[in-house]
């Protein structure tokens, strides 16, 4: 016994040994947030008060002493993501995780990001406040490299720190730029389904009229491949970092709150992931004040505030990158066809350096439209030359400049000013101010193609017929000034007409926009509580009217017990996404089923890319409307033609057997919380396991779905569950009437290092609808626990 007991008691000892040394050793990982350091390139001290959240309160005495500040907390807390976001564009990422992101590494490589960056900067005005005070925020980042703890990721991947040069801040832009284009994933499927089915399929697809094709079942048209759209797609799944996709924002007038003054929102829709993408942060300095939110390496926000005006933004989802067919010189395959003769391929030669094996080199052929993806991706069957035309790339680059005018205004001209020169992504950019001023800007370079043409599929390199006549000037631009309906929203929904017609894009369904719209019009008089609670709604405001379309063609005499009941709580269910609804579960399952049975005998092994676009979504309410379509027909059965009741009949009943098996026999157990799930994904954290426990926050059970306010993105598939992948990546709300108390969420934390306690602890607050407030009132900002002094080094 007493050998029992001497044993237990060293076991113990060494269990606290070891626990004591872990964390001993997890709190040398920790940011620094209280004590002295000193800093270079400062001139004077700058005192950084870290709130309850961890947010930096930044107090300079000049604005470029507070970005030399923000760099060093900024890079503290997300160096590892810093880190990932300027190799994406680079074509960097195989250097850390090896051989299976050489693709990825391939493609972003040929894409012209880094060509365009070294042409930008070198046009660059050194001497302009954007330049200077970018340079001082790398010089806050670059001394944290020098002196700061290593972040536990660079050490398990085993990476060296490297200095940050404005080049990376641009080949974030960039990288940033191409995560909100769409027609890398439609174009080229929607040009096969043209060349392979007929314009019969095509024009269904894009609702346009089309006389109905008569079906012949002697001629069985080709499947689709799409290898260039279900390539991009995979690779933009493949990255460890987050992907931009769509947002909501609305403003509120005077005229409309409770309070006489604006009140401002938005939650831009972003993928998940851990970290978090922006990073808060306040800056006050004698002639500045910004509260706002930065994506890493971005020294200005993209969304901010402060005591006079708000602003943030939303994807306008316009086109701004087409295909163009070449035509090679048959003697030469370095020459390619234009209208004016032969001219010469650019030849970009790249390599790729990869961990634990051997580097690998490649060419770039580029024509005057852009990069010739069949060199960037591999399998391509299409042996035409596809180059690659967009719009970031093609015209001189101000976006900088634009993002510190946005941040720096001091009117609603000057804002709008400095919006007009971002010529690409294209965003909606949101506006309000202490002065009852709402505004809406369609913020990018616009342009005219000849009449007909349509850019959703390939456009012709050689003839000189399919060129770009001409840019549109900003003041053509969809925009909206104080209107007199008293507010102005954005839900990446089709924008006004440009000359008459719809400027074409890629733009989401109405559902969110509709439902927006509905409840600003039920009242005017609006607190920021009711638009906390309208942020966070799960209600559908079209899907009521999808299903009762659909169930309208089911012969319900033919149904078993229990899919009659199915079908009753279905007519029933009115469109919220709750925990605890059954009709959610119903409805999303049949959704795929008549998917399935409708595209997938033409699509093949493009369908699965198809029902997770904004294309599907959009052309949705119009075919389950259509009685007659090239789609209903089922091309693989030889000796009938299915009709639209065939497709939703049968559709319905295999939906029911499925969750049968999946969720049990009791209709009121296949509840919403049992098939979502949401988690939020480390880079490191995907590799699973011990990894997936330790960097991942999640997962969690969540209300929402697909399409309401407070989106919860999904990929439908075959399996029955559907894992959230992206969603409101913060929500923020600020009301003019007391500036003081606006709030805000982050879905996880403020901080990227996973032993610092604010790496997850706004989780559970960000599931539950909650906020928590942006302190902008100094007495408050002087009680932080945390003050960190930066001293000019000496």
């Known amino acids: 016994m007493k050998f029992l007991r001497r044993f237990f008691k060293i076991l113990l000892i060494l269990i606290l040994l070891v626990f004591v040394s872990v964390w001993l050793y997890s709190k040398t990982y920790q940011p620094k947030y209280s004590g002295e350091l000193d800093l270079k390139n400062i001139s004077d001290y700058v005192t950084v008060y870290f709130d309850d959240i961890g947010v930096p309160h930044i107090n300079a005495q000049n604005q470029k002493d507070a970005y030399v500040a923000l760099g060093y907390v900024h890079a503290q807390d997300r160096l590892w993501q810093m880190e990932l976001m300027r190799r994406i564009a680079a074509g960097r990422l195989s250097e850390i995780f090896g051989k299976d992101l050489v693709r990825v590494d391939k493609f972003f490589g ?30 806050g980042v670059n001394q944290f490299i020098e002196e700061g703890k290593t972040p536990l990721e660079f050490t398990l991947v085993g990476v060296e720190k490297e200095k940050y040069t404005i080049k990376d801040v641009y080949n974030v832009f960039g990288y940033m730029s191409f995560s909100f284009a769409v027609a890398h994933k439609t174009d080229p499927l929607l040009t096969e389904v043209k060349e392979k089915l007929g314009d019969s399929y095509l024009n269904e697809l894009l609702n346009l009229n089309s006389d ?94 402060n005591r006079d005006y708000a602003y943030g933004l939303t994807m306008l989802a316009n086109d701004d990158l087409n295909f163009y067919v070449e035509e090679n010189n048959l003697e030469d395959p370095l020459e390619y066809k234009t209208k004016d003769g032969y001219k010469k391929y650019e030849i970009r030669n790249k390599t790729i350096r990869v961990k634990n094996g051997k580097d690998i080199s490649y060419q770039v052929k580029v024509s005057k439209h852009g990069p010739v993806m069949n060199g960037l991706i591999e399998h391509i069957i299409d042996e035409r030359p596809i180059a690659m035309n967009w719009i970031y790339t093609q015209l001189p680059n101000k976006v900088l400049d634009a993002c510190y005018g946005i941040s720096h205004s001091t009117s609603i001209n000057d804002f709008k000013n400095s919006v007009a020169k971002i010529h690409a992504p294209g965003l909606n950019v949101m506006y309000g101010d202490a002065k009852d001023n709402v505004a809406w800007f369609s913020s990018a370079k616009l342009y005219q193609l000849r009449d007909s043409l349509s850019p959703k599929t390939y456009l012709n390199g050689v003839t ?65 509580e009711d638009v906390a609670e309208m942020i966070y709604d799960v209600k559908s405001s079209t899907v009521t009217k999808l299903i009762k379309d659909l169930l309208t063609n089911i012969d319900k005499s033919m149904l078993s017990p229990s899919e009659k009941k199915a079908f009753s709580v279905l007519k029933t269910w009115d469109g919220e996404y709750l ?45 389950i409307n259509r009685p007659y379509s090239v789609w209903w027909d089922n091309i693989d059965t030889k000796d009938k033609v299915e009709k639209r009741s065939d497709i939703i009949q049968m559709s319905f009943v295999k939906s029911i057997s499925f969750l049968q098996n999946q969720l049990g026999e009791n209709i009121g157990d296949w509840t919403w919380n049992r098939v979502l799930s949401v988690e939020h994904e480390h880079a490191i954290g995907k590799a699973g396991g011990l990894l997936r426990k330790f960097f991942n926050v999640g997962p969690f059970k969540t209300i929402g779905g697909n399409e309401v306010i407070n989106n919860q993105i999904f990929k439908i598939d075959s399996t029955g569950y559907y894992k959230v992948t992206a969603g409101p990546s913060t929500r923020r709300i600020i009301d003019f009437s007391d500036v003081e108390n606006s709030v805000a969420i982050l879905p996880t934390g403020q901080s990227g290092v996973v032993f610092s306690e604010y790496y997850k602890d706004q989780a559970q607050k960000y599931l539950d609808g909650e906020f928590v407030k942006m302190k902008i009132n100094q007495s408050e900002i002087l009680k932080s626990e945390n003050v960190l002094i930066f001293k000019p080094e000496e």
Not at 112 to 131: F, H, P, R, V, W
Not at 478 to 506: E, H, T
């Open 110 to 139: 040929g894409l012209g990001i880094e060509e365009a960056a070294n042409s930008t900067i070198a046009n660059l005005d050194k001497t302009s406040e954007a330049y200077m005070l970018t340079q001082a925020y790398l010089d």
């Open 212 to 305: 109905y094709l008569t079906i012949n079942k002697t001629s069985v048209p080709k499947k689709i491949d799409a290898t260039i759209s279900k390539t991009v797609a995979s690779i933009m799944d493949d990255l460890p970092i987050s992907p931009f996709i769509g947002s909501n924002s609305w403003v509120i007038a005077p005229e409309k709150t409770k309070n006489g003054k604006v009140i401002f929102a938005n939650d831009p829709h972003i993928t998940y992931s851990q970290p978090s993408v922006w990073y808060q942060n306040h800056i006050k300095a004698p002639d500045f004040e910004i509260y706002g939110f930065n994506i890493a390496l971005m020294p200005f926000p993209l969304l901010g505030h």
């Open 464 to 528: 000189g017929k399919d060129e770009i006549l001409e840019y549109l000037p900003f003041e053509e631009n969809p925009q909206a000034i104080n209107p007199s309906w008293n507010y102005v929203y954005s839900a990446n929904n089709q924008v006004d007409s440009v000359r008459g017609k719809l400027y074409p894009g890629y733009y989401q369904p109405q559902d969110r926009a509709k439902r927006i719209v509905e409840l600003l019009d039920e009242k005017d008089d609006f607190t920021q």
């Open 579 to 623: 925990k605890t609804a059954v009709g959610p579960t119903i409805y999303n399952r049949f959704l795929y089923e008549f998917l399935n049975a409708t595209y997938k005998d033409e699509l093949g092994s493009s369908f699965n890319l198809f029902i997770n676009t904004q294309l599907q979504d959009e052309v949705l309410p119009n075919q």
